[in-house]
């Protein structure tokens, strides 16, 4: 099958062959790669954030913004939906000598008892997408960097927020999520869903790459009813409650 023919040899096209499209004229230790773009408009306009370059595509013109607070400077990013995209520019941030990479986005839960906004570290993933392969051997799951793991939990402990590992289902067709295949993720022990985190964990394992990935819950995909809760009056948080928690994250880094 073709998703078995992983094989960890160097590729026609490198990360390193980054052409005339993409320009980063300043480099920081950390990058915080976030999904949701109302975070990144709302860091824009803070006083003080500047850009410091840019990834272009036939999509259109991604800018990146330095960001600094008590000492800890940080580039902040719109990141691309979906596993293939997401890794694409991943690996050409990290050929720009970025090292540390806070990723966060929103979730789909499988499990009603994991409330709205609540901080889940991805600890493993079932890899329902296509973009590991090519980084991993083929598997049901794939499992999250231990250390880098403890090194996200201890930054959220002593900063004093709240937080659960849990497995993710990662799938490339949000409308595909089925009744029955709900069932077996949940079976498979898989409590929330997403589009990229195996892929990314593939990724950084392939490249050894340092990612420190966080999702905050939002909707409830209910196989039991088969409907789709969007729970949008439990989703009171603030977005840039989850920029704070990226920004402890990162000051855990930061000291090392």
């Not at 989703?235 to 920004?247: C, H, L, Q």
Request: proline share 4%; glycine share 6%; net charge negative.
């Amino acid at each position: 099958m073709l998703l078995t023919e992983f094989n960890p040899i160097p590729a026609v096209i490198e990360p390193d062959n980054l052409g005339l499209s993409h320009r980063v004229d300043e480099v920081c230790s950390t990058l915080i790669y976030s999904f949701n773009g109302e975070i990144v408009e709302r860091v824009r306009q803070m006083a003080g954030v500047r850009q410091i370059g840019y990834m272009n595509s036939i999509n259109g013109h991604n800018p990146i913004y330095l960001y600094e607070h008590d000492g800890v400077q940080v580039a902040v990013m719109l990141a691309v939906v979906g596993a293939p995209m997401a890794v694409g520019q991943l690996e050409e941030l990290k050929a720009f000598g970025f090292e540390h990479f806070i990723v966060l986005g929103s979730c789909g839960v499988l499990d009603k008892s994991l409330k709205a906004d609540r901080i889940i570290l991805p600890a493993s993933a079932l890899r329902d997408e296509g973009t590991s392969y090519h980084y991993a051997p083929a598997s049901d799951e794939i499992a999250y960097d231990p250390a880098l793991l403890l090194t996200m939990e201890k930054a959220l402990d002593a900063a004093g927020i709240p937080h659960v590992r849990a497995k993710s289902w990662t799938t490339d067709a949000f409308y595909r999520e089925t009744a029955d295949k709900v069932e077996r993720r949940l079976a498979a022990g898989a409590t929330v869903v997403d589009m990229e985190a195996s892929a990314i964990m593939a990724w950084a394992q392939y490249r050894q790459a340092k990612v420190y990935q966080f999702f905050y819950t939002a909707d409830y995909v209910d196989h039991t009813s088969n409907q789709w809760d969007k729970r949008a009056g439990e989703r009171t948080a603030d977005v840039m409650t989850f920029f704070d928690v990226a920004m402890a994250m990162a000051r855990g880094i930061d000291k090392g």
